[in-house]
């Protein structure tokens, strides 16, 4: 399950506990309370074992210093997004122990499974549907009250691993734009549900361009994005935005907000140098049989947006986020 996980593409990550936010309030008094966080290791924060590679060095290296469960060396989506509204970031559902403690909930819940995706990927973890399930049940035994949720917003990442398990399985690009228009459908679904619990605003993530992945451009000694999956980014991205316009069109106000992490990754790329390049290289957190590290860290981590093949750093989470801070900012008005 370790190797799986570690090879499974995208997303994973810490100990829930509540690890602080560095960065200001900002949220401009807007009153949001908790935060729900859905989907993949873009916005994990500690949601899957501890074999996992998130729980090992170097995972955590600059924040919080040791492994948290977190994919990056520090912070992730969820954490920015968290500080950006002024809450902490809620605690990983796995690590919760007791529900009914106010105070180990009163920040909102992350259901985040780095690995996962939107239908079944190729490790055996809670899918998007399973993740909101696990936030019925809370809400139909009272856990968050009416109005608990109407100060609620929800973080929904989905960075690629339904399109990984894809290729994985077929070997193939052939046929893959038909499975994005599944893989969309079932988002909307899937948002529609959340909207159906009272959560006032449904931040949802486009996909970053993965051809400028490490794991990506590895073979051209990370000089080059690769031109055909970045058009596969922004053919799912225009798709997803098509479809999150008709579905505030149906809706009273504009519920669903749309993160342009595409052209935010581009920008937080632009002008770093060697900036295709990740700070760990090789197995990241992994050791041999003799307990020989498989992997190499770079120096600074804090020049590098990318951690590993396929994470931001924790800087390079912060750079993508000041570009999308923007159009966050611009939706909330
Ligand atoms: C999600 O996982 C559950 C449990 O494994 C499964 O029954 C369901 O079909 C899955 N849903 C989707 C949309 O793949
Ligand atoms: C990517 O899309 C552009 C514009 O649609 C097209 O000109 C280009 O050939 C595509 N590249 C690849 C490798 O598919």
């Not at 009250?145 to 929800?154: F, G, M, N, P």
């Not at 006032?200 to 970053?208: E, L, N, R, S, V």
């Not at 093949?309 to 008005?333: K, N, Y």
Request: aromatic share 12%; with cysteine; net charge neutral.
């Amino acid at each position: 399950m370790g190797k799986k996980v570690v090879f499974t593409l995208f997303i994973c990550f810490i100990i829930a506990s509540a690890v602080p936010s560095k960065g200001k309030d900002d949220d401009g008094g807007r009153n949001v309370k908790l935060l729900f966080a859905f989907g993949d290791s873009y916005a994990d924060t500690g949601n899957l074992p501890s074999v996992s590679v998130s729980w090992k060095t170097p995972y955590g290296l600059t924040f919080p210093g040791e492994p948290s469960g977190r994919f990056s060396d520090g912070r992730v989506l969820t954490d920015y997004i968290a500080s950006f509204f002024g809450v902490r970031a809620p605690l990983a559902y796995r690590r919760i122990k007791n529900f009914d403690a106010k105070s180990v909930v009163q920040n909102g819940i992350n259901f985040a499974h780095g690995g996962s995706g939107v239908f079944q990927t190729l490790s055996d973890l809670p899918n998007m549907t399973t993740q909101i399930d696990f936030l019925q049940q809370l809400v139909e035994k009272n856990v968050f009250s009416t109005h608990d949720l109407s100060s609620s917003i929800a973080l929904v990442s989905v960075a690629g691993n339904d399109y990984g398990a894809y290729l994985a399985r077929n070997g193939a690009f052939q046929g893959l734009e038909g499975f994005s228009r599944s893989v969309i459908n079932q988002l909307m679904s899937n948002v529609r549900r959340l909207n159906s619990f009272g959560i006032k605003k449904i931040f949802m993530t486009g996909i970053g361009p993965l051809g400028c992945l490490p794991q990506s451009t590895a073979s051209n000694s990370y000089q080059n994005c690769n031109a055909a999956l970045n058009n596969f980014s922004m053919s799912h991205n225009q798709l997803l935005e098509q479809n999150i316009f008709h579905l505030n069109s149906e809706a009273a106000s504009p519920v669903f907000s749309y993160l342009d992490l595409y052209t935010s990754f581009l920008s937080a790329l632009g002008g770093v140098p060697n900036r295709l390049k990740p700070c760990c290289i090789g197995g990241c957190g992994g050791v041999d049989k003799n307990g020989e590290k498989r992997y190499v860290v770079c120096e600074d981590v804090s020049r590098s947006i990318f951690w590993d093949s396929i994470h931001p750093s924790d800087s390079g989470w912060g750079a993508v986020f000041s570009a999308l801070r923007e159009s966050m900012q611009t939706s909330l008005v």
